[in-house]
């Protein structure tokens, strides 16, 4: 070991390796640089990276230094390094790429970052003069005009009031009646609670288990039925904190949840509120961070990236949908946010929340084992009750795209009512095949295994993999004399029938077609609450957490498609899916029902959901899960491989497979599998599953076989990752 009169310091590189570097400081003696950003040499370039420890000596002999230190003190405490090392030994991923994925992307630079402090809003002196009834056919720049006339105000406390304030604010900015202003300091906003809904008992008892946890790490499953009420106990939770001078970072699975959920956080915490997702800009996302590493706010409300934000005093997370498959991360770091979150409560010694109507198996099992504890919303607030469920058989039936008599004598009834019904279809596009009915072929993408699929209002067909397009009546594989046509419905499709069968009813489709931004999703949700629509047309994005009063009709177009997935997974997405879904009827005043077209009525899966009892479901399944040894009663790990060569990738895996894995006691491997789309924008793709009973075990042995399975990963000539607790596995 060599001794230098420097201090050492070890770095993990923003870059895919597996181990850290060691570094000197050149100068004064440093403060603690454990947590900083810093640029280090690191062979002819220069990197970022994260110090993760200090040192007195290094094995290294010529050590190089420190080039400078970027920002002013640490990014990352204690708290956040372990988490960080944690997540990097758990899903075996490089730690510099993981302490960099754990930043907001201004941060990823070479460049020191500026304080980003939310502007406030005030009147100018023509807004001080503008008459009362100035405004009287525009009530929100009214109400916008009372708010600032009382002090300055930022544009975050109005979130919570409805409606989305941006086109008024813009409105009122360009009359030159508002202006904006940074404050001088950057102070904690004062929090103003206002008096939240009274608890039922259920409620109550679980708001006081969560409190009962204060300072230590609890974990609550609260499975409450949709409507039940799981958002007031957040509020409540989190307003107990913030009083304590806590913050409560609250996660939910997607953007077009979190302008629902962030209107009832603002309306209780204001300013003390901040929003972290993809659909703002850098510098947004930036500001919320800094906001919330200084301790200026009280709650952080975001999707996955947000479990990772610094925060100056966590006091509670809570995991909103927790069973929802979008809190895994399923390229690059493929984490998942909801397991991540539970060991940074545990990290920090705080109490989680973990709330779903339909709650993951996974959550379940752990209730059993004693590690979880559950606690109970069994029903909805006030006298709403659970929707009706009516399984409709559609064998022999003539559908008008996709919509069968019954479920059209429902939309009719509903709209004489005045009602909202809300129809749902996973699958955009107009039809998922064309086929020609003179040559019989069917249109295909040339660079993925899959078919094209019909986009009729923008004339073309799509691939769904790689966005690869081409004209509706341009097909090069067709005869000479086509005759093409559609097979199948897509949402699109539903919409035309819908304008035929309906033509006075005001439709809305959602879907990743007409809505792609974060200010869509906002404005769509919005017109539905404010009883704009007659008819939501959608795909998963409005499957799950949202609350429209008004709607009293949900209808299933397709309910089979997950019936027969090889997926080990998809009987629970189903069950998931079908209660979610009609949970969305119902919610106000009114009784609700939902009708679910299928071609088999009789399936076992259905006659169980008839009364939506997914606690009964769930038990079937978990005991079908542990008899097949499928988690979450076995680890499971994917290793996929990729090439443009077809054979690589298998022979890679066969390698892996006979030589990395080959007789280990306690681990079974299935042999290379085609991925569900073998081959994706050219790229040919496969797999292998590993299982063990014992975590350990399986996490022990990647790990002291990773080294190897890169040198093959080099001799195959392919790109490998690796899938630690895989949530879908083909």
Same mark, same amino acid.
């Given at each position: 070991?060599?001794?230098?009169?420097?201090?050492?310091?070890?770095?993990?590189?923003?870059?895919?390796?597996?181990?850290?570097?060691?570094?000197?400081?050149?100068?004064?003696?440093?403060?603690?640089?454990?947590?900083?950003?810093?640029?280090?040499?690191?062979?002819?370039?220069?990197?970022?990276?994260?110090?993760?420890?200090?040192?007195?000596?290094?094995?290294?002999?010529?050590?190089?230094?420190?080039?400078?230190? &970027?920002?002013?003190? #640490?990014?990352?405490? /204690?708290? $956040?390094?372990? +988490?960080?090392?944690? *997540? @990097?030994? =758990?899903?075996?991923?490089?730690?510099?790429?993981?302490?960099?994925?754990?930043?907001?992307?201004?941060?990823?630079?070479?460049?020191?970052?500026?304080?980003?402090?939310?502007?406030?809003?005030?009147?100018?002196?023509?807004?001080?003069?503008?008459?009362?009834?100035? &405004?009287?056919?525009? #009530?929100?720049?009214? /109400?916008? $005009?009372?708010? +600032?006339?009382?002090? *300055? @105000?930022? =544009?975050?406390?109005?979130?919570?009031?409805?409606?989305?304030?941006?086109?008024?604010?813009?409105?009122?900015?360009?009359?030159?009646?508002?202006?904006?202003?940074?404050?001088?300091?950057?102070?904690?906003?004062?929090?103003?609670?206002?008096?939240?809904?009274?608890?039922?008992?259920?409620?109550?008892?679980?708001?006081?288990?969560?409190?009962?946890?204060?300072?230590?790490?609890?974990?609550?499953?609260?499975?409450?039925?949709?409507?039940?009420?799981?958002?007031?106990?957040?509020?409540?939770?989190?307003?107990?904190?913030?009083?304590?001078?806590?913050?409560?970072?609250?996660?939910?699975?997607?953007?077009?949840?979190?302008?629902?959920?962030?209107?009832?956080?603002?309306?209780?915490?204001?300013?003390?509120?901040?929003?972290?997702?993809?659909?703002?800009?850098?510098?947004?996302?930036?500001?919320?961070?800094?906001?919330?590493?200084?301790?200026?706010?009280?709650?952080?409300?975001?999707?996955?990236?947000?479990?990772?934000?610094?925060?100056?005093?966590?006091?509670?997370?809570?995991?909103?949908?927790?069973?929802?498959?979008?809190?895994?991360?399923?390229?690059?770091?493929?984490?998942?946010?909801?397991?991540?979150?539970?060991?940074?409560?545990?990290?920090?010694?705080?109490?989680?929340?973990?709330?779903?109507?339909?709650?993951?198996?996974?959550?379940?099992?752990?209730?059993?084992?004693?590690?979880?504890?559950?606690?109970?919303?069994?029903?909805?607030?006030?006298?709403?009750?659970?929707?009706?469920?009516?399984?409709?058989?559609?064998?022999?039936?003539?559908?008008?795209?996709?919509?069968?008599?019954?479920?059209?004598?429902?939309?009719?009834?509903?709209?004489?009512?005045?009602?909202?019904?809300?129809?749902?279809?996973?699958?955009?596009?107009?039809?998922?095949?064309?086929?020609?009915?003179?040559?019989?072929?069917?249109?295909?993408?040339?660079?993925?295994?899959?078919?094209?699929?019909?986009?009729?209002?923008?004339?073309?067909?799509?691939?769904?993999?790689?966005?690869?397009?081409?004209?509706?009546?341009?097909?090069?594989?067709?005869?000479?004399?086509?005759?093409?046509?559609?097979?199948?419905?897509?949402?699109?499709?539903?919409?035309?029938?819908?304008?035929?069968?309906?033509?006075?009813?005001?439709?809305?489709?959602?879907?990743?077609?007409?809505?792609?931004?974060?200010?869509?999703?906002?404005?769509?949700?919005?017109?539905?609450?404010?009883?704009?629509?007659?008819?939501?047309?959608?795909?998963?994005?409005?499957?799950?957490?949202?609350?429209?009063?008004?709607?009293?009709?949900?209808?299933?177009?397709?309910?089979?498609?997950?019936?027969?997935?090889?997926?080990?997974?998809?009987?629970?997405?189903?069950?998931?899916?079908?209660?979610?879904?009609?949970?969305?009827?119902?919610?106000?005043?009114?009784?609700?029902?939902?009708?679910?077209?299928?071609?088999?009525?009789?399936?076992?899966?259905?006659?169980?959901?008839?009364?939506?009892?997914?606690?009964?479901?769930?038990?079937?399944?978990?005991?079908?899960?542990?008899?097949?040894?499928?988690?979450?009663?076995?680890?499971?790990?994917?290793?996929?491989?990729?090439?443009?060569?077809?054979?690589?990738?298998?022979?890679?895996?066969?390698?892996?497979?006979?030589?990395?894995?080959?007789?280990?006691?306690?681990?079974?491997?299935?042999?290379?599998?085609?991925?569900?789309?073998?081959?994706?924008?050219?790229?040919?793709?496969?797999?292998?599953?590993?299982?063990?009973?014992?975590?350990?075990?399986?996490?022990?042995?990647?790990?002291?076989?990773?080294?190897?399975?890169?040198?093959?990963?080099?001799?195959?000539?392919?790109?490998?990752?690796?899938?630690?607790?895989?949530?879908?596995?083909?």
């Amino acid at each position: 070991m060599s001794k230098t009169s420097h201090s050492v310091w070890s770095v993990a590189v923003f870059a895919p390796l597996r181990q850290s570097f060691d570094y000197r400081w050149e100068g004064p003696p440093p403060p603690d640089l454990v947590g900083q950003r810093v640029a280090v040499p690191f062979g002819r370039s220069q990197r970022l990276g994260i110090v993760v420890k200090a040192l007195s000596q290094s094995s290294t002999e010529r050590l190089k230094a420190i080039d400078a230190t &970027l920002d002013d003190g #640490p990014l990352f405490d /204690e708290h $956040l390094l372990q +988490l960080g090392r944690w *997540a @990097a030994d =758990y899903y075996q991923y490089p730690l510099g790429e993981v302490l960099q994925g754990m930043l907001p992307t201004l941060y990823r630079r070479r460049r020191p970052v500026p304080s980003f402090i939310e502007p406030r809003w005030c009147l100018t002196a023509a807004g001080r003069a503008v008459a009362a009834d100035a &405004l009287k056919n525009a #009530p929100r720049q009214a /109400e916008i $005009l009372a708010v +600032l006339a009382k002090g *300055a @105000a930022t =544009y975050t406390s109005f979130l919570g009031r409805g409606y989305s304030p941006a086109a008024a604010f813009s409105r009122l900015e360009s009359k030159g009646w508002i202006e904006s202003h940074l404050p001088e300091d950057a102070v904690p906003a004062p929090i103003e609670f206002q008096q939240g809904f009274d608890l039922n008992d259920a409620q109550r008892n679980a708001l006081a288990r969560v409190a009962e946890a204060e300072a230590k790490f609890s974990p609550v499953l609260l499975d409450g039925v949709t409507g039940s009420g799981k958002t007031e106990v957040y509020l409540q939770a989190a307003r107990r904190a913030a009083i304590q001078g806590k913050q409560t970072i609250v996660l939910v699975p997607e953007i077009g949840l979190t302008d629902q959920m962030v209107r009832r956080f603002a309306s209780h915490f204001g300013d003390a509120l901040s929003v972290f997702h993809s659909g703002l800009s850098e510098r947004e996302r930036t500001r919320s961070w800094q906001r919330c590493r200084r301790g200026e706010i009280a709650v952080l409300l975001g999707t996955r990236s947000s479990i990772w934000v610094a925060a100056g005093a966590l006091g509670l997370i809570i995991v909103d949908e927790e069973h929802d498959p979008s809190y895994k991360q399923q390229e690059g770091f493929r984490y998942s946010a909801r397991d991540v979150a539970v060991m940074r409560a545990k990290l920090c010694d705080c109490p989680i929340i973990l709330g779903s109507a339909t709650p993951s198996l996974e959550s379940l099992a752990n209730v059993d084992d004693g590690k979880y504890e559950l606690m109970a919303l069994p029903d909805r607030i006030g006298s709403a009750a659970l929707p009706s469920v009516e399984y409709v058989d559609i064998r022999g039936v003539n559908t008008r795209g996709g919509i069968g008599n019954a479920l059209a004598a429902a939309l009719a009834d509903n709209l004489d009512s005045g009602k909202q019904s809300i129809l749902f279809l996973n699958r955009r596009g107009y039809a998922p095949l064309s086929m020609c009915f003179s040559c019989g072929t069917v249109a295909q993408c040339d660079k993925c295994d899959a078919y094209l699929v019909v986009h009729k209002r923008i004339a073309r067909l799509v691939c769904h993999h790689c966005e690869r397009s081409i004209p509706l009546n341009g097909r090069p594989d067709c005869c000479a004399d086509p005759d093409c046509r559609e097979l199948g419905v897509g949402t699109e499709r539903v919409e035309e029938a819908l304008q035929a069968l309906f033509p006075r009813a005001r439709l809305l489709r959602i879907d990743r077609d007409t809505v792609t931004t974060a200010k869509q999703i906002e404005t769509a949700f919005s017109a539905i609450r404010e009883g704009a629509v007659d008819i939501i047309l959608g795909t998963q994005m409005i499957a799950k957490g949202h609350d429209f009063p008004d709607v009293t009709l949900v209808g299933v177009i397709d309910a089979d498609s997950r019936l027969f997935s090889l997926d080990f997974r998809a009987p629970e997405r189903l069950a998931q899916l079908i209660v979610q879904v009609a949970g969305r009827a119902g919610r106000g005043q009114y009784p609700g029902k939902m009708i679910v077209q299928t071609l088999h009525p009789h399936h076992p899966l259905f006659e169980q959901l008839k009364r939506l009892d997914f606690a009964g479901f769930a038990r079937n399944e978990l005991a079908v899960r542990r008899k097949t040894s499928l988690p979450p009663f076995a680890a499971m790990l994917l290793i996929r491989a990729e090439s443009q060569d077809r054979e690589r990738p298998s022979r890679f895996l066969n390698a892996v497979r006979t030589k990395a894995f080959a007789n280990v006691s306690g681990i079974a491997s299935s042999a290379p599998l085609p991925a569900a789309i073998e081959r994706k924008s050219g790229v040919y793709r496969n797999l292998i599953v590993m299982r063990s009973p014992s975590r350990h075990t399986l996490h022990r042995h990647m790990r002291e076989s990773i080294d190897f399975i890169e040198g093959l990963a080099k001799q195959y000539r392919v790109r490998w990752f690796l899938d630690v607790d895989p949530v879908d596995v083909l």
